[in-house]
């Protein structure tokens, strides 16, 4: 089984113009949430900057799940950004910095995923998962078939990835068999809504849809992903495809 694995940052400070084009709201990972934060009129972005600090807390305290999931050299190419200047959340497109395109940063548009949250060592995390079924749902669609289409790869998360289990996921398994059991028992929601970009299941587990600026290691196929909504949030994700 292959495993395709994204880290996902979800996207609020102040205002830039960038020549030739609108000005946009720098924006930050300790965002608060509000309604449908992406229809303000000042459209938001990331820099270097925000996106290294938002990186730097979590690369420090998980460091066996960064290298163990291909994300050890993160750090050191996103500096291929620092003269990328603002970037907002539109794509699919390249991302230009100093005039050439990034070579491991681009801008696919929306993804979609089913997000877990966790807070290990007082640090909040994000892993995200999906599937070619998962990815195809749309808004009225019934849950439940696309979220058992990730039961296997769940399964056999830990074999394939021991350490990251260890380190940042104890309770993944039990935590996905319990998703699974509200859905039988009616006590998740089973028909896709995705108001304002996303729809919450339960205390650990929601669904996403948003603009994102992706990573991609020159080895592997393991991403990073950058998503826009409640300032920026970061997010490891896999494909059981």
């Keep these: 089984m ?6 996902a940052l979800v996207a609020l400070l102040p205002m830039n113009d960038v020549a030739g084009q609108d000005p946009c709201k720098v924006v930050s990972s300790t965002g608060v949430c509000a309604p449908k ?39 050191t190419d996103l500096g291929q950004l620092q003269d990328a200047g603002n970037i907002r959340f539109k794509g ?7 005039g050439v395109a990034a070579a491991n940063w681009f801008r696919p ?3 979609f ?7 290990i060592f007082g640090i909040e995390i994000r892993f995200a998962f999906s599937s070619s079924q998962f990815d195809s749902l749309t808004p009225g669609d019934t849950l439940q078939g696309a979220i058992l289409s990730l039961q296997a790869g769940m399964g056999t998360f830990p074999m394939y990835h021991p350490g990251t289990v260890a380190e940042a996921l104890p309770s993944l398994v039990q935590d996905f068999t319990a998703l699974l059991a509200s859905f039988e028992a009616g006590g998740a929601r ?12 339960d205390a650990s587990w929601s669904i996403v849809v948003r603009p994102t600026i992706e990573y991609k290691p020159t080895l592997g196929t393991n991403k990073i992903h950058i998503l826009r909504y409640c300032g920026f949030r970061i997010a490891l994700c896999f494909n059981f495809d």
């Design 37 to 75: 934060p992406w229809l303000n009129e000042v459209i938001p972005c990331v820099n270097y900057a925000v996106v290294e600090e938002a990186l730097l807390p979590i690369v420090a305290t998980f460091p066996g799940t960064m290298v163990e999931l291909g994300f050890g050299d993160v750090l």
């Design 113 to 119: 995923k089913l997000i877990y949250t966790v807070n």
């Design 109 to 111: 548009g929306l993804v």
């Design 92 to 98: 699919p497109t390249s991302i230009l910095s100093g």
């Design 190 to 201: 089973e028909t896709l809504t995705l108001a304002d970009g996303g729809m919450e299941l």
């Design 2 to 7: 292959g495993f395709l694995i994204l880290l």
